[in-house]
């Protein structure tokens, strides 16, 4: 897989050159590029990250507590 969660930290295997958070509103909670990493401050919930990892695009499905 192209991510790793570490409590509140996702940790990409290469730099994402574009990552989407959404709520399960299909909100977008948080949207970043070029990051190799990405701190969650977000409120208790489930949400689905899009990272575009070298031209792949992955999707995780995560529960914050």
Known sequence: S???INGNVIHFSSKASMVSIYNMMGM???VCANVSEIELNLPNGVYVINAMING?????KIVVR
């Open 56 to 60: 792949t695009i992955y999707r995780e």
């Open 2 to 4: 192209g991510m790793q």
């Open 28 to 30: 977008v909670e948080k």
